[in-house]
């Protein structure tokens, strides 16, 4: 009798196996892939490192970024400084040239040589006192000044030796117009005189 409840029991459990779907037999404990989780740790790790150097490489990429724009400001200051150190020497010729060929010009009195004299020796000294100042500006840290500032206020001193440079054309411009018709006034005279 016990053999035939086990042979009862057994044809059952034969019976629910082959008709019952394959995933309904299938349950029990889950089974865990150690290889898939050592990989994921791994890749995780991995991630972590590539995202380590790619902050370091932002960092130095920033830093890379604030040198380039230090270095642009310093060149755009010594652009400026340049400019107006060359428009002080153009306007030191002018006025060294220029200045002498107007006051011994025979076209000009005496009263006139001192009066152009000075006109000329005052925009020189505020040239001068401009290259004093930028000289003071450019070495030392008396004004903290950052480069943005600093290029600021050698822009608008680069201005200003424009504004005297193109005075200066035009005064040594009037002058020699003066002359000139001087000159053609005292051609005419002459002529008259001769006639």
């Known amino acids: 009798m016990k053999n035939r409840t086990k042979l009862k029991t057994f044809a ?3 019976t629910l196996t082959l008709l019952l779907p394959a995933g ?3 349950q029990g404990m889950p089974v ?3 290889t898939n989780f050592l990989a994921l740790g791994q890749s995780l790790i991995e991630s972590a ?4 150097e790619l902050l370091k490489t932002a960092r130095f990429l920033k830093e890379q970024k604030e040198r380039i724009e230090k270095v642009n400001a310093v060149i755009k200051q010594l652009r400026t400084v340049r400019e107006i150190v060359e428009n002080n020497q153009s306007l030191y010729e002018t006025v060294r040239s220029d200045l002498r060929a107007i006051i011994s010009s025979p076209y000009i009195s005496p009263e006139e040589v001192d009066r152009i004299s000075e006109s000329f020796n005052s925009l020189m000294e ?4 401009d290259l004093d100042f930028m000289q003071q500006l450019l070495t030392s840290d008396m004004l903290n000044m950052d ?3 600093r290029l ?3 822009e608008s001193q680069r201005m200003r030796s ?3 440079i193109r005075e200066i054309g035009l005064k040594k411009q009037r002058y020699e117009i003066l002359i000139e018709f001087r000159r053609i006034k005292e051609e005419i005279n002459r002529r008259q005189t001769q006639y």
Request: with cysteine.
């Open 24 to 26: 309904a037999a299938c």
């Open 162 to 164: 424009r504004e005297v």
């Open 147 to 149: 480069d943005a500032q």
């Open 32 to 34: 865990y892939d150690n």
């Open 12 to 14: 059952f459990a034969l």
């Open 152 to 154: 600021e206020v050698l």
């Open 126 to 129: 505020n040239a001068l006192e």
């Open 49 to 52: 490192k590539q995202t380590s």
